[in-house]
């Protein structure tokens, strides 16, 4: 039974079965309902396919889902609520967007504090080389590098800005 | 009797890769020219028995020779010819043997074009190659043999997955190889570069044009199995964080940040060390892309553990791979000396900042993609990543990073003036507030995201050109003299700037698709006629036709334009009857400027009528204009180099050079 159910979901995923997502029968009369319930379908996920939201996938599990979310949404469940009735059914497997807990607390905080970190790493590199930067020129030049220089400044300068 | 060919010349390719991996080492120990010279010969001949070997397979596939597993499994007899060939790469075994025809390609060019790098740093790079190559070539002999015969051959095969027999998707994994294993090169130098303690701004110049080369492919790769995906899989999405995108976009994401980093080392021989780090880390994730795809790890973590032999071998590899790289630079990085000083203000600090961001973004989709497993594997909890994470961290990574694209270029090497750059590039902010405006007032509300975000791609195309004007002193020179300017500025400015301007270009696109785009869903019989976003579509027909191996129902739907007809749109569903009665979804695309008309069909009903699914898609090809661009002012900026690849000297002096060896 597994493996068939891998199988169909490798097959739903490389689109062997024809676009059968969001059927005319499915959609609610009330447009402003059925905008919640496409958006909410985006966020949720086609458990027997591979990444795939209920809103693109063809599965019958999909579309299973996405009929529970419309009858949700008819009975007059908040977004939350059908959200929270569904990870109750389902697991958390089912959001495509994670909530925020202990369990996904690195998933979502290593992208913020990894800039963080890269910034403050190179504000203080800059700092430290500006500082060891500073103390290197301050030793004079040789006469000799002197005459060079004004030689140098007194040709003409490259004009091209590269 | 070819089969065994291909597979013998394969083992010839691996027992050259051994030698290749240790007597040039030995040479550069022994300052032994004779010896470091043998990776030249190795590496070129390796090329040609791994050339050979896949030519073998191409021919069991055109000639159908199903008393071979491979082609008995992805081929039949009545394919079409275009399809028997790419059918070779379309399976797991002959998409390895193209990855390491690729392989020593990048290794043969090296040895046929590297006359003018050190001996020394030759031999190593090529030891380096053929360490990688030799890994492969064992994985593909021991785990995944295309060469493999079925004792009682069938006289059928089993043809090749329908939605892989598409021209977009035949082109895609070549491309997609040559931008991966091109990024062996800089790995390569990078740990020549360790391992002989020395490095220059030469060697960046040496790295950069190969860095470039494997940009421009990835980046048409990537671009084309978006393409792919939009037109075949039937609803439109032409961007889905899957993990195999995500394992293309993560090399895609630290090679450009490779490309700017390797730039700053090659003018102001700064930024070494961190460099060769980004050398390392943009083929370890090119590894790890091919590791996710080709492991099966991505389908379940428990199809991995199942049958484990081939997952196991490319987890090792890159282990070995990662794992050494990376203590060698632990170990080396140290020595390398610190480089040239520059203000944070200045084109080195733009191009840090560049790396920053791009270096997040590039670790918030590896950490996506691989916390779900990660997760299930320690704890056995099963989360799920998927777009609307990517879409919340990845897209506010950008903002910044394209406010950022236009003022690089203004600023000058070593100190920079922002104020200066903020008041040359005022006229890109102008025309971004206008654009804002514009789209504000056209889309009469609604989101304030989409408008902003439009003008921020103004802002960048704007930004390119401002900076091309600049160059060339238009508008303040007599028109000659700017004319003679922008033949004389480099090619490598002109690239920059399609580049950058690329990246605007495919914004629009993204936000215009993704904002305004509809959609009908709907059943429609024959002779239906529908308004959809200002045309008018009526279904003329619905017909079943026969295809070479496929049957199809075609829908025909004649569209107009205030009641005068543009076009008949013919999407159609196939069904493949060799495969079990697979089927595939064929959308019909209008063009019309750059937005595009999607029809595609879903099921008939009983009573004669047929599901569509219609999409208009505003702007959508710039989409793909913006990587097309993007790639074409990379190569813009390759051939300039070319005369100068890895060679400090003129050219004409490095001719008699040449001629005197």
């Known amino acids: 039974m597994k493996r068939i159910l891998v199988a169909a979901c490798f097959l739903a995923v490389l689109g062997l079965s024809p676009a059968r997502a969001v059927l005319p029968d499915e959609v609610m009369s009330d447009p402003a309902q059925e905008a919640r319930a496409r958006d909410m379908s985006r966020e949720l996920r086609c458990m027997v396919c591979q990444n795939q939201s209920i809103d693109d996938s063809e599965a019958p599990l999909a579309r299973d889902l996405r009929l529970l979310v419309r009858e949700r949404i008819a009975a007059g469940d908040s977004d939350s609520q059908v959200i929270d009735f569904l990870v109750a059914r389902y697991g958390e497997f089912v959001l495509l967007k994670p909530r925020f807990e202990r369990q996904t607390l690195a998933l979502w905080l290593v992208p913020p504090l990894l800039l963080l970190g890269g910034g403050l790493a190179l504000w203080m590199h800059v700092r430290r080389r500006s500082k060891a930067g500073a103390e290197a020129s301050g030793s004079p030049l040789t006469p000799d590098e002197e005459a060079r220089l004004a030689a140098l400044l007194a040709g003409d300068p490259p004009t091209e800005r590269r | ?661």
């Not at chain 2, 032994?32 to 010279?37: C, E, I």
């Not at chain 2, 990078?190 to 790295?207: P, Q, S, T, Y």
């Not at chain 2, 303040?476 to 300017?485: D, K, Q, V």
């Open chain 2, 1 to 661: 009797m070819i089969a065994e060919a291909g597979h013998y010349a394969l083992v010839l390719a691996l027992g050259l890769a051994l030698i290749q991996s240790f007597v040039p080492l030995l040479g550069a120990r022994w300052g032994d020219p004779a010896l470091m010279n043998v990776a030249r010969s190795t590496a070129l001949a390796q090329f040609v028995f791994v050339a050979a070997s896949f030519a073998a397979l191409v021919t069991l596939h055109v000639t159908s020779d199903f008393s071979v597993v491979n082609v008995f499994e992805n081929s039949h007899s009545l394919k079409p010819l275009i399809y028997k060939i790419t059918g070779v790469w379309g399976n797991h075994e002959g998409s390895m043997l193209l990855w390491v025809l690729i392989l020593a390609l990048f290794g043969g060019l090296v040895a046929a074009f590297g006359n003018n790098l050190p001996l020394s740093l030759r031999a190593h790079v090529l030891a380096v190659q053929a360490w990688i190559a030799g890994a492969f070539y064992l994985f593909i002999l021991i785990t995944s043999n295309p060469f493999l015969r079925i004792p009682n051959p069938p006289i059928e095969g089993r043809d090749l997955n329908p939605v892989l027999q598409d021209i977009g998707l035949a082109v895609h994994p070549p491309m997609l190889y040559l931008g991966y294993v091109g990024f062996s090169i800089s790995f390569s130098f990078a740990i020549a570069a360790l391992m002989e303690g020395r490095i220059d701004a030469a060697w960046a110049r040496w790295v950069r044009p190969w860095t470039l080369m494997a940009w421009i492919f990835l980046t048409l790769g990537i671009a084309m199995g978006s393409y792919w995906a939009y037109y075949e899989l039937g609803w439109g999405g032409w961007w889905f964080w899957d993990p195999v995108e995500n394992a293309s976009l993560m090399p895609w994401l630290a090679g450009t940040a490779l490309l700017h980093s390797a730039l700053v080392m090659e003018k102001r021989n700064a930024l070494k060390v961190w460099t060769i780090l980004l050398s390392i880390l943009t083929f370890s994730l090119s590894l790890l892309g091919t590791f996710l795809v080709r492991s099966g790890v991505l389908t379940s973590v428990h199809a991995f553990a199942s049958d484990p032999t081939r997952g196991v071998f490319i987890l090792l590899i890159l282990c070995v791979f990662i794992g050494g790289s990376l203590s060698l630079f632990a170990a080396r990085a140290s020595q390398l000396k610190q480089g040239g000083l520059f203000a944070p203000i200045s084109r080195e600090g733009a191009l840090v900042l560049n790396n920053l961001f791009l270096t997040t973004a590039c670790a918030t989709v590896f950490i996506g993609t691989l916390y779900p497993l990660a997760l299930e594997v320690l704890t056995g909890d099963k989360i799920s990543v998927g777009a609307p994470f990517f879409n919340l961290t990845f897209g506010p990574l950008f903002v910044p990073l394209m406010i950022a694209v236009p003022f690089g270029p203004m600023l000058a090497w070593k100190r920079g003036d922002l104020y200066g750059a903020a008041q040359r590039l005022l006229a890109a902010g102008i025309a971004a507030l206008i654009a804002v405006a514009l789209a504000w007032a056209w889309a009469r509300g609604g989101s304030a995201l989409a408008p902003l975000a439009i003008g921020l791609a103004i802002f960048v195309v704007a930004g390119a050109i401002v900076d091309l004007v600049e160059r060339t002193g238009l508008f303040r020179n007599p028109l000659a003299i700017s004319f003679r300017r922008a033949r004389g500025l480099p090619r490598s400015a002109w690239g920059s700037a399609f580049a950058h301007a690329g990246i605007g270009i495919a914004l629009i696109g993204i936000v215009c698709e993704t904002t305004w785009n509809s959609e009908y869903i709907g059943t429609l019989k024959p002779n239906d006629l529908i308004p959809f976003a200002g045309y008018q579509l009526k279904l003329d027909s619905l017909s079943q036709r026969q295809g070479p191996n496929y049957r199809e129902m075609v829908a025909a739907f004649s569209v107009s334009l205030d009641g005068e007809k543009l076009s008949v749109m013919t999407p159609s569903k196939r069904n493949f009857t060799t495969r079990g009665g697979a089927s595939t979804t064929e959308a019909a695309l209008l063009t019309r400027g750059v937005s595009q008309l999607y029809i595609s069909l879903g099921d008939t009903t009983a009573d004669g009528g047929v599901t569509v699914r219609i999409y208009h898609k505003p702007l959508v090809l710039l989409i793909w204009y913006g990587p097309v661009l993007m790639a074409f002012g990379g190569m813009l900026s390759l051939s300039d180099r070319r005369l100068r690849v890895g060679a400090p000297k003129p050219a004409r002096a490095q001719h008699r050079l040449q001629a005197a060896e």
